[in-house]
Structures are given as C-alpha cells and as structure tokens.
T-cell receptor
Framework: DTGVSQNPRHKITKRGQNVTFRCDPI?????LYWYRQTLGQGPEFLTY????????KSRLLSDRFSAERPKGSFSTLEIQRTEQGDSAMYLC?????????????FGEGSRLTVL | TQLLEQSPQFLSIQEGENLTVYCNSS?????LQWYRQEPGEGPVLLVT?????EVKKLKRLTFQFGDARKDSSLHITAAQPGDTGLYLC????????????FGGGTRLMVKP
C-alpha cells in the first residue's frame, strides 16, 4: 500500500456545479478524516468516520457539503452548488485504531478551483 | 472549538541560523503533534508530545510541550535549505487523537 490516495488531484468547476472527491485510505486504517485547507492556512477539520459510521459531521461547512463511506473503505466528499469561497485544498487522512498514536496519514489533497 | 495560534507566520533565514516556532492556546490538549507540509503534498508527522514538560529531539529539531499542555515550541538548530516548508502544530481534542485542531502554520524559508 502506497498511502492515502485522493482523486482528482485538481478540479476546476464553474460556480453552481456539484463536485465529488474520492479518498482511498491506507487499507488497514479504520478511521478516515476530511480536512479543508485554504491558501496560507492550516487544515480545518470537516468530518470523520470510524469504519462506515460518520462520528462527527457538525463541522461540515454548510448543508452543501456531505461525505459518505458506505463500505468502510473509500470515502467521497461532495460539494453541491459550489461557490467561489469553496476554492481550497481538500485533504483526506486516515489512521488506525489499534495502537493509536494519534498520527494522521494524509493524502496529497484535491485542489478545487471554483470560477 | 479549541484554537491554536502559531508564531511567526513567516520566517526567512540564512542557512546555519537557529530558529524557534511557537504554538499557543488557551485550552489544554491531551497531546500535541507537529507536522511539516511541502507544496502540493499533505502534512507529514514529525513528532507527538503527550506529557506536560516533555522534550523530544529529532536530529536538529527539538520539540517541547508546555507544563500546562497549552503550548509547544519547535526549535531548529543550524537550519538547512531542506528544512524549508510549512510547519503545523495540531492539538488532539481527546486521548484517542481522532480530531486534530491545526494552527495556522509557520512558513519557513531557509536560504543557502
């Protein structure tokens, strides 16, 4: 396993369109996280799954944002009716549960540009 | 939401100089992590500190967790151009470390 994989790496869309990002975590990791990072800032927590259960979603930025992890493996983050303010890097991370040191293993991110 | 403030935001130094980056909060964290992020990549963990007053060394990097577990510092000795990057501190909101709150980052540039 080469690590957390995210795609697409770059997405350019027009305002009002829907976009979906996919994250494939490290295979033995139970936990999966989504973060948003705007230019020059640290990552901002969005949501978190343990297996298929979404344990925290109150920090999703608006009801236009939703995430799923239906089989407890890969996850998708969807943004509906995109706005220019949604332009950012969307980072996915995973971590194991057993022997948890708290370390998050991040993917390379999906950069969204909304025109 | 617990907030972490990092300072300075930007730092440009010459190769061989020493530097310290600070991470401060008014809240207590169960643990604190430092990550380094290079352009176009995700953050990569450097160290985790758990115990108040703990000091960890990683080659030329020294990390300290404050006694009250509200603040941390990263000191780099004899900086090298390869140290250039964005340094992020992140606090764990519970002992499982499953939700990290990140600071705004310190962008370091080390000039040869």
């Amino acid at each position: 396993d080469t690590g957390v994989s995210q795609n697409p790496r770059h997405k350019i869309t027009k305002r009002g369109q829907n976009v979906t990002f996919r994250c494939d975590p490290i295979s033995e990791h139970n936990r999966l996280y989504w973060y948003r990072q705007t230019l020059g800032q640290g990552p901002e927590f969005l949501t978190y799954f343990q297996n298929e259960a979404q344990l925290e979603k109150s920090r999703l930025l608006s009801d236009r944002f939703s995430a799923e992890r239906p089989k407890g493996s890969f996850s998708t983050l969807e943004i509906q009716r995109t706005e220019q303010g949604d332009s950012a890097m969307y980072l996915c991370a995973s971590s194991p549960t057993a022997g948890d040191t708290g370390e998050l293993f991040f993917g390379e991110g999906s950069r969204l540009t909304v025109l | 939401t617990q907030l972490l403030e990092q300072s300075p935001q930007f730092l440009s130094i010459q190769e061989g100089e020493n530097l310290t980056v600070y991470c401060n909060s008014s809240s207590v964290f169960s643990s604190l992590q430092w990550y380094r992020q290079e352009p176009g990549e995700g953050p990569v963990l450097l160290v985790t500190v758990v115990t108040g007053g703990e000091v960890k060394k990683l080659k030329r990097l020294t990390f300290q967790f404050g006694d009250a577990r509200k603040d941390s510092s990263l000191h780099i000795t004899a900086a090298q151009p390869g140290d250039t990057g964005l340094y992020l501190c992140a606090g764990a909101e519970n002992n499982a470390g499953n939700m990290l709150t990140f600071g705004g980052g310190t962008r370091l540039m080390v000039k040869p």
